[in-house]
C-alpha cells in the first residue's frame, strides 16, 4: 500500500509570495488533514476534510491560506501572501474515517520563508 | 490552557532502562488517546492508541490511562538507543468536536 504522498518536499519564498503544497492520500481513505509543524512543537491542524468537504478548519488562518479537496482525493494548501513567521513543516495525513482511525503522515514539505 | 500538556525534557535514560513519558489533557470527555514517535526530520508514526482506563501492552511499550486524574502515559521497557526520539501525545477533544490536538512532545535519548 502505498503511503502518503506530498510535493514539494522543500521550498524556500520570500515574504509576501505565494506557495501551494500537494498531498495525495492513501487510497480509500476518506479524511485528510493538513498540519502545521513549527521548529520545536507539536503539530497544529489546520483543516480536515471528511471526503471532499471540511470538517474543521478553526484553526486555519483564512486570511492567508486556504485549501481544497475538490475529487476527494489529493488536496492542495495554499498560502497567500506567506510571513515569516509561516516557516515551518506542512504536513498531510490521512486516515480511513474520522479522528478515531490511526493517522498516516506523509513526508511534509518543509517551508522557509525568507 | 492547552489541551494537551507534555513535558518538552529532554528526557535522558540508560539502555535497558524503562523510559516513562507522560501527558496530561484538559477535556474530561475525550475519549481517544494516541501516542506518536517522531524521528529528528521525520514524520509522526503511531506507537499505540488507548480508549479505555488501565493499561495496555503492545511488546517493549506499555500505554497508561487515568481518566479520572486526566493523564496518559507511555512505558518503554529495555530502553535502546533506536528508542531516542520524540514521543508526541495525541488526543480527541470531544468538547470542540472531536479536534484532534497534540501536545509539544517529549524529547527522548536513550544513553548507550
Known amino acids: 500500500e502505498a503511503g502518503v504522498a506530498q510535493s514539494p518536499r522543500y521550498k524556500i519564498i520570500e515574504k509576501r509570495q505565494s506557495v501551494a503544497f500537494w498531498c495525495n492520500p492513501i487510497s480509500g481513505h476518506a479524511t485528510l488533514y493538513w498540519y502545521q509543524q513549527i521548529l520545536g512543537q507539536g503539530p497544529k491542524l489546520l483543516i480536515q476534510f471528511q471526503n471532499n468537504g471540511v470538517v474543521d478548519d478553526s484553526q486555519l488562518p483564512k486570511d492567508r491560506f486556504s485549501a481544497e479537496r475538490l475529487k476527494g482525493v489529493d488536496s492542495t494548501l495554499k498560502i497567500q501572501p506567506a510571513k515569516l513567521e509561516d516557516s515551518a513543516v506542512y504536513l498531510c495525513?490521512?486516515?480511513?474515517?474520522?479522528?478515531?482511525?490511526?493517522?498516516?503522515f506523509g513526508p511534509g514539505t518543509r517551508l522557509t520563508v525568507l | 490552557q492547552k489541551e494537551v500538556e507534555q513535558n518538552s525534557g529532554p528526557l535522558s535514560v540508560p539502555e535497558g532502562a524503562i523510559a516513562s513519558l507522560n501527558c496530561t489533557y484538559s477535556d474530561r470527555g475525550s475519549q481517544s488517546f494516541f501516542w506518536y514517535r517522531q524521528y529528528s526530520g521525520k514524520s509522526p508514526e503511531l506507537i499505540m492508541f488507548i480508549y479505555s482506563n488501565g493499561d495496555k501492552e503492545d511488546g517493549r511499550f506499555t500505554a497508561q490511562l487515568n481518566k479520572a486524574s486526566q493523564y496518559v502515559s507511555l512505558l518503554i521497557r529495555d530502553s535502546q538507543p533506536s528508542d531516542s526520539a520524540t514521543y508526541l501525545c495525541a488526543v480527541v477533544v470531544s468538547r470542540t468536536g472531536n479536534q484532534f490536538y497534540f501536545g509539544t512532545g517529549t524529547s527522548l535519548t536513550v544513553i548507550p
Open positions: 495525513a490521512s486516515s480511513r474515517s474520522g479522528t478515531v482511525n490511526e493517522q498516516f
